[in-house]
């Protein structure tokens, strides 16, 4: 079983840039695909990006060009940098294991997420 935790998450302005780092503990990360989600308040948990055991990645249309997944196997992480960041409501991404695709309940293991705010 692995275990998840985000990181890098925080206050930026539009047209900004964040890291976010998933740290795997328990299993090597490369085990496993890796997915990004996020949900703001009040809405529904939607998919970002995912990544697959064979580097495949997939970003979701609204992230395309902007967002990009790595893999940093010696320090058992994935990543997800994110550019030109548009002012939206506050929302927290999580990074999931085991699963594939845009389904939420696909997935069997979260993190507790980390907070990313963008302002105007």
Known sequence: EVQLVESGGGLVQT????????????????????????????????????????YSIIYDD????????????AKNTVHLEMNSLKPENPAVYYCAADGWGPLVTVWEFWGQGTLVTVSS
């Open 62 to 73: 609204s992230v395309e060009g902007r967002f990009t997944m790595t893999r940093h196997t």
């Open 15 to 54: 047209g900004g840039s964040l890291k976010l780092s998933c740290v795997a503990s328990g299993s090597p990360i490369d085990d496993y695909a890796i997915g990004w989600f996020r949900q703001a308040p009040g809405k529904e948990r939607e998919p970002v990006s995912y990544i697959s055991v064979s």
